[in-house]
């Protein structure tokens, strides 16, 4: 059967699902805890932000605003995030990790990264410095 593909397509394609299983398998080598995965996304956006309002914080996770409010209510007894007024809009908050929710994302990275170190490390010389090469290109790609 012949396809119209071009080269380049057939890469996209090729890079997409190793990119996907790999991630998949890299989100699968974090602790089991309590945590949801949406829940541990959650705390990793507000990691990464420092604060966002609750509705920043629905687009930023792609949920609507009542689904984030369960989730961030779950975290907030688990005193995992914190609520603050908002500095200019005294009708919003804003929502941050707290130091046990920030010590949450550390410790599931640090596995995330062990787990992958350790199959980095049954590559050969020349995989890693091939992969190194890769991640460069890839981190570029992902800024345009």
């Given at each position: 059967?012949?396809?119209?593909?071009?080269?380049?397509?057939?890469?996209?394609?090729?890079?997409?699902?190793?990119?996907?299983?790999?991630?998949r398998?890299?989100?699968?080598?974090?602790?089991?805890?309590e945590?949801?995965?949406?829940?541990?996304?959650?705390?990793?956006?507000l990691?990464?932000?420092?604060?966002?309002?609750?509705?920043?914080?629905?687009?930023?996770?792609?949920?609507?605003?009542?689904?984030?409010?369960?989730?961030?209510?779950?975290?907030?007894?688990?005193?995992?995030?914190?609520?603050?007024?908002?500095?200019?809009?005294?009708?919003?908050?804003?929502?941050?990790?707290?130091?046990?929710?920030?010590?949450?994302?550390?410790?599931?990275?640090?596995?995330?990264?062990?787990?992958?170190?350790?199959?980095?490390?049954?590559?050969?010389?020349?995989?890693?410095?091939?992969?190194?090469?890769?991640?460069?290109?890839?981190?570029?790609?992902?800024?345009?």
């Amino acid at each position: 059967m012949a396809t119209d593909r071009t080269p380049t397509t057939q890469l996209a394609t090729l890079l997409r699902d190793a990119i996907t299983r790999l991630n998949r398998r890299v989100r699968q080598s974090r602790p089991i805890g309590e945590l949801t995965a949406t829940q541990y996304s959650v705390l990793t956006s507000l990691e990464l932000a420092g604060a966002l309002t609750p509705t920043e914080l629905a687009d930023t996770e792609r949920v609507q605003p009542p689904t984030m409010t369960r989730i961030v209510a779950k975290l907030e007894q688990r005193g995992l995030v914190q609520r603050n007024p908002h500095p200019t809009d005294g009708r919003q908050v804003i929502l941050s990790a707290t130091e046990a929710g920030r010590a949450i994302v550390a410790q599931h990275g640090q596995a995330r990264d062990e787990w992958l170190a350790q199959r980095l490390a049954e590559l050969s010389p020349e995989e890693r410095d091939t992969l190194q090469r890769a991640a460069e290109i890839l981190r570029r790609i992902a800024q345009s």
